[in-house]
């Protein structure tokens, strides 16, 4: 069965570091990967998303991921976080010729001045 | 264009009574999906509608639970009966066309029963 592995339940970082969240699938073929923010109290944003082609891919917001098939992995990263990167981060999986989406539970950013 | 709207964005409930959320999917978007969210957990599929059908509801609990999008007006989440174990955040998501690709989801509606 699908699944996503977020495992880092909660991070924090200084403002101005660098910064890497996990994400690792389990998927039978080559799947549709997402990256999504949600900040408090509002709906998920999504940030990037991979298909196919180049492995590296650039978001918003001056993120971008890494597709790495032989790790199941699907990292996300940005060289210099800013306070206002602090909400929670979901990795998902698109399931092709279906509707769904599968979420990992999520890592909590925190940043600090 | 508005994005996805889900009402109300707070909803608290006794056990027993009914829960009904709406989601308004954004302008020309006639796939809606709904998800929910436990504490401490990720979203989790329940169902995908179009206009008038529901084309998979495999996530859906098998009873107390049923989603409608009907020709005109939003997308109803309908929980009867609510319980404790309801309480969650619900998202809804629309589309333009099918696939996992091209979903905009809305700010979600915080289901709380007492």
């Known amino acids: 069965a699908q699944s996503v592995t977020q495992p880092d339940i909660h991070i924090t970082v200084s403002e101005g570091a660098s910064l890497e969240l996990r994400c690792n699938y389990s998927y039978g073929a080559t799947p549709y990967l997402f990256w999504y923010v949600q900040s408090p109290g509002q709906g998920l944003q999504l940030l990037l998303k991979y298909f196919s082609g180049d492995t590296l891919v650039q978001g918003i917001k001056g993120f971008e991921a890494e597709f790495k098939r032989s790790q199941s992995s699907f990292n996300l990263r940005k060289p210099s976080v800013h306070w206002s990167d602090a909400a929670e981060y979901f990795c998902?999986?698109?399931?092709?010729?279906?509707?769904?989406?599968?979420f990992g539970t999520g890592t909590r950013l925190q940043v600090f001045p | 264009n508005a994005g996805v709207m889900q009402n109300p964005r707070h909803l608290v409930r006794r056990r027993g009574q009914e829960a009904r959320l709406r989601c308004s999917p954004m302008k020309g978007h006639s796939h809606v999906y709904w998800y929910r969210q436990l504490p401490e957990e990720g979203l989790k599929f329940m169902v995908y509608?179009?206009?008038?059908?529901?084309?998979?509801e495999s996530g859906m609990p098998k009873e107390r639970f049923s989603a409608e999008f009907p020709k005109e007006g939003p997308s109803i989440l309908r929980i009867q009966q609510v319980v404790r174990g309801d309480s969650a955040a619900y998202f809804c998501a629309s589309s333009p066309s099918p696939g996992a690709d091209t979903q905009y989801f809305g700010p979600g509606t915080r289901l709380t029963v007492l």
């Open positions: 998902a999986v698109g399931v092709y010729n279906t509707d769904k989406l599968i």
């Open positions: 509608l179009q206009k008038e059908n529901i084309i998979d």
